[in-house]
């Protein structure tokens, strides 16, 4: 049982080219989050999807794109990265959304020259 | 935007001793929850309270929320050099968390 993955660990990007960050999880949860965590300024909440079929935005979604491929697997795409990406990732994933406990991913760490 | 926010920034104590934090929040909550992530790493959840609940304990964790002033302390008792961590506390907005910003804990030895 491994819980919520990601890949990759490390990433750097020049301005302008794109990439998608992998989620997975084994706990047959039905919502999955995508967080960014800069110094200072906690989690911020960047698309979430509540159930499998469906993604919504959360607080900071612009430049991102999201995908819930399966119930496992919820992918998060930078289509054209920008330095005010830099930030480390998180993916999580609860049995619900909201009132529930969130497990969380090792994260990615992201770099954008 | 963040609901919670955390006091203090920062707490550096000595092995042994006792860390409380604060988080205050703005809006009416339905539960309230505590995450730590270690350096470099994801967050844990460490407790969850709910709106009706006034304290709760876990281990060397006491937990205790005050709706009327719409905020909770973490207690950590008899701290470890393992509990150097940062501590975030988490509360409920349209079906989602809302993060504050943290306490980073520093245990030493």
């Known amino acids: 049982n491994a819980g919520v993955t990601q890949t990759p660990k490390f990433q750097v990007l020049k301005t302008g080219q794109s990439m998608t960050l992998q989620c997975a999880q084994d706990?047959?949860?039905?919502?999955m989050y995508w967080y960014r965590q800069d110094p200072g300024m906690g989690l911020r909440l960047i698309y979430y999807?509540?159930?499998?079929?469906?993604?919504d935005k959360g607080e900071v979604p612009n430049g991102y794109n999201v995908s819930r491929l399966n119930k496992r697997e919820f992918s998060l795409r930078l289509e054209s990265a920008a330095p005010s990406q830099t930030s480390v990732y998180f993916c999580?994933?609860?049995?619900?959304?909201?009132?529930?406990?969130?497990?969380f991913g090792p994260g990615t760490r992201l770099l954008v020259l | 935007s963040q609901q919670g926010e955390e006091d203090p920034q920062a707490l550096s104590i000595q092995e042994g001793e006792n860390a409380t934090m604060n988080c205050s929040y703005k809006?009416?909550?339905?539960?309230l929850q505590w995450y730590r992530q270690n350096s470099g790493r994801g967050l844990v959840h460490l407790i969850l309270?709910?709106?009706?609940?006034r304290e709760k304990h876990s281990g060397r964790l006491r937990v205790t929320l005050d709706t009327s002033k719409k905020s909770s302390s973490l207690l950590i008792t008899a701290s470890r050099a393992a509990d150097t961590a940062s501590y975030f506390c988490?509360?409920?907005?349209?079906?989602?968390?809302?993060f504050g910003a943290g306490t980073t804990v520093t245990v030493r030895a």
């Open positions: 999580a994933s609860s049995v619900l959304t909201g009132l529930e406990t969130q497990y």
């Open positions: 706990m047959n949860h039905n919502s």
């Open positions: 988490a509360t409920d907005y349209d079906y989602k968390l809302s």
């Open positions: 309270i709910r709106s009706n609940e």
């Open positions: 809006t009416s909550i339905n539960n």
């Open positions: 999807s509540a159930s499998e079929g469906t993604t």
